[in-house]
């Protein structure tokens, strides 16, 4: 038996960050042993030119290469299927995943499917999927995001949608962590601001939640081993990198959303959803993204607007589970609370993070996007099921508790 108190922490074995990072991609594709590489990525990173730079730096270094461009945001079931169809049988030695996490997503799955084959469902967990695991690291995966917030380039995890059910499930397995993230800020500067405000709120969502995880590691480690390899809760090192991470964000945050063209604000950012990334890929979420499951898959809200929206409610919630973590986040969000008792400056911290969000635009309310009081039962027992996200939650939460969140955040009165 796996001991309780152990804690792993995993990363690619090469993190290349950068203004003009991405000139290295041909060199990392050789290193890897490839001379043919699946570009995987969007219609707009196309339309942007980003896919034909990376193309002629890969054939630069004589690595020939094909594109699928045909990623969707949060991809179905279906999108990943059609690129392994398309990749399957041609030889691909390395795959480089484009774009923001949906493009790196199918990249990194497919590198998967193409060594071990099978349908995507075969990897998913039950009860929809059959649970089956990668039996290694699959052809090697190049990440190189043009966002920033998912920290999909770093994370051993992928997200799948399946519209018939209105769920949206994933794979999580180490094998699946890129084995190389490029990630060069450069390539951000053309993303509209409202891109820049979601994808920018998801990081400081993973950073908050990650920060205030609680340690499976001590105590209340999920016991099925299929759970355990995957997230710690948090730990010294994932601190360390989601301070940094809260404070650029509360520093850059708002500034890349107002001029796309400041280099010094995208950097903060790219670097604040990198070491976001790195740290909740290891230590696991909270309520918030657990809560964002079931509206997304039902109102069809950004993964980044609707984390960004759920968030202030969830910390006001939690502030009471770990006091003093969230008097340091109000701080690091730039919150005087010199004077203050530790639960006074604890309550600041949502007060921060909602008035970023309205700040950079994100809506008040679920009521914007549709979502009516009498939805908050059904939202909170479909959170209730995902166990795998809320037991890190750093405060008990329950059925009640959930459709409280709910009805605030229906509201939006904090
Ligand atoms: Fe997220």
Not at 28 to 35: C, I
């Amino acid at each position: 038996m796996q001991n309780e108190t152990v804690w792993s922490f995993c990363i690619p074995q090469v993190i290349k960050f950068g203004e003009g990072a991405v000139e290295e991609v041909g060199y990392e594709v050789k290193r890897l042993g490839g001379s043919k590489a699946l570009l995987v990525t969007d219609a707009g990173i196309v339309e942007a030119g980003i896919s034909e730079k990376v193309e002629r730096l890969l054939k630069d270094s004589q690595v020939e290469v094909k594109v699928w461009d045909k990623v969707e945001p949060e991809p179905s079931i279906e999108v990943y299927r059609k690129c392994y169809d398309y990749a399957k049988d041609k030889g691909f030695e390395v795959i480089v995943g484009l774009g923001g996490g949906s493009a790196m997503d199918v990249g990194k799955a497919v590198g998967m499917f193409l060594e071990y084959r099978g349908d995507p469902l075969d990897y998913v967990a039950p009860p929809t999927g059959k649970g089956k695991k990668y039996a290694g690291p699959g052809i090697p995966k190049i990440a190189v995001p043009t966002t920033s917030g998912t920290g999909s380039e770093v994370s051993p995890t992928v997200v799948i949608s399946l519209p018939e059910k209105k769920l949206k499930v994933g794979i999580s397995d180490n094998h699946q962590r890129p084995q190389v993230a490029i990630v060069d800020p450069l390539l951000t500067v053309d993303m509209p601001p409202g891109v820049t405000a979601a994808s920018g709120m998801d990081a400081l969502c993973h950073a908050i939640e990650c920060y205030t995880t609680r340690g499976y590691a001590r105590k209340s480690r999920p016991s099925s081993p299929a759970e355990r390899p995957v997230y710690n809760g948090a730990t010294p090192l994932t601190d360390i990198c989601v301070i940094e991470a809260i404070e650029l964000a509360g520093k850059y945050l708002r500034r890349a959303v107002n001029n796309g063209y400041d280099i010094e604000a995208r950097k903060g950012m790219s670097l604040a959803s990198l070491l976001a990334g790195i740290a909740f890929s290891n230590a696991g979420l909270t309520a918030v993204h657990a809560m964002a499951y079931p509206v997304g898959g039902r109102f069809h809200t950004a993964h980044g607007v609707t984390n960004a929206l759920l968030l202030p409610y969830v910390m006001q919630f939690n502030a009471a589970g770990d006091a003093p973590k969230f008097a340091h986040i109000a701080e690091l969000l730039g919150e005087d609370i010199e004077g203050l008792s530790l639960k006074e400056a604890a309550k600041k911290a949502a007060l921060a993070a909602r008035e970023l969000a309205l700040d950079i635009g994100i809506p008040k309310s679920l009521k914007e996007f549709g979502c009516r009081e009498e939805d908050a039962p059904h939202l909170a027992e479909e959170t209730l099921k995902i166990q795998r996200i809320l037991v890190g939650n750093p405060r008990r939460v329950t059925l009640e508790d959930l459709e409280k969140m709910f009805d605030k955040a229906i509201q939006g009165e904090l």
